[in-house]
């Protein structure tokens, strides 16, 4: 049996303006269980989830560990609240963006893995579950995801101590990581994720602190493709301003993407609200406080995305690049099979 996702069910990019006191946004078109809020101008990127509760937030600009509300008030049917005055998320008169991704709510155990998660809040039909955890120290430990498949992107993010956000993508592998708040190329290193790729119930663990420290708690974001909805490959540059075209079987809404093999670049994210036409999408940075980049071009197409500039960030000649991208519209029509028919 088939059925179909709808893509503004499950993702949704949501554009408002700061007013220093309640300010309730709705238009989401669900209730987020995963919210990522920028200020356009400068500040963090701040994530709040249902799981962790929307009392605490985390910055993927640093690796600090999991700080106060900075005036998220809460998760809406239709959206989401932010309260009082916070320059990251509501300052008066400032632009910002809010990414919002469905999962299932504050969730339930899960005893799949060697760690039984406390909370693995899984919403299998779009592919995406949030995941706690205490870690035990032991290297090969796994952590069941929930998501009833293979998941093909997962973060990490130790929430006491420092710590960096630790990827794991299916592009490199199991036997290295990504910092999502470095510039830094793939770290290689097959002790963080025990040089294990994930299966369709759990993923492995090593004894980094990024993941794995003893009796330390950790937030866990995991990702599974849905053909029509998400994708999470590669593409190599070729230091043209006519740039590679990336298939990714559906227009864009969200993209994020970095270089995994070229030194000192940042990350960078694009969406199809904050400009929304070719080749004017500005992108902005999970690494940093800056303001919008205008300075990298790219297209969003009906069926993936084309780079239109000569950077190392996005398309340096010979570069391999990972990117994880969510759909607006897919291409065609959306044949997700579930794990129990196939």
């Keep these: 049996m088939a059925y ?138 796994t952590v069941g995801h929930g998501l009833g498949q293979t998941p093909g992107l997962f973060l990490t993010k130790r929430l006491s101590g420092t710590s960096s956000w630790g990827m794991y993508h299916q592009s490199t592998g199991a036997g290295g990581f990504m910092e999502l708040n470095s510039t830094n190329a793939l770290q290689s290193n097959t002790a963080y994720f025990n040089n294990t790729a994930p299966t369709s119930s759990v ?31 590669s593409y190599t540059g070729n230091g043209n301003a006519d740039g590679p075209f990336v298939y990714t079987g559906f227009k864009p809404a969200f993209i994020i993407l970095k270089t995994s093999t070229i030194a000192s670049n940042d990350w960078h994210i694009f969406d199809s609200k904050r400009i929304g036409y070719n080749t004017s999408n500005y992108s902005l940075k999970p690494n940093s406080t800056a303001a919008e980049v205008t300075s990298l071009n790219i297209d969003l197409l009906s069926n993936g995305f084309k780079l239109r500039g000569t950077q190392n960030d996005f398309n340096g000649n010979g570069g391999t690049y990972i990117y994880m991208a969510f759909a607006e519209a897919p291409l065609v029509g959306t044949n997700n099979v579930p794990a129990t028919a196939r």
């Design 203 to 233: 993923f492995s663990i090593g004894t980094d602190s990024i993941n794995n420290t003893n009796g330390s708690t950790y937030i866990a974001y995991c990702f599974a493709e849905k053909t029509g909805f998400s994708k999470f490959s």
């Design 4 to 141: 179909s996702i709808n893509a503004k069910d499950y993702f949704n990019t949501k554009l408002y303006t700061g007013n220093d006191s309640t300010n309730a946004q709705t238009g989401v078109g669900f209730q987020p269980d995963w919210v990522w809020l920028k200020n356009r101008s400068t500040g963090s990127n701040k994530l709040m989830d249902a799981v962790r509760g929307s009392s605490s937030s985390l910055c993927t600009n640093n690796s600090n560990a999991a700080e106060g509300a900075d005036y998220f008030a809460s998760f809406d049917s239709d959206g989401f609240t932010v309260a009082t005055s916070s320059s990251d998320i509501n300052a008066d008169a400032q632009n910002y963006v809010g990414w919002n991704w469905k999962a299932n709510g504050q969730g339930s155990s899960n005893t799949n893995g060697t760690i039984n998660s406390t909370y693995t809040s899984a919403n299998t039909t779009s592919g995406f579950s949030i995941v706690s955890y205490t870690g035990n120290g032991t290297l090969g430990a």
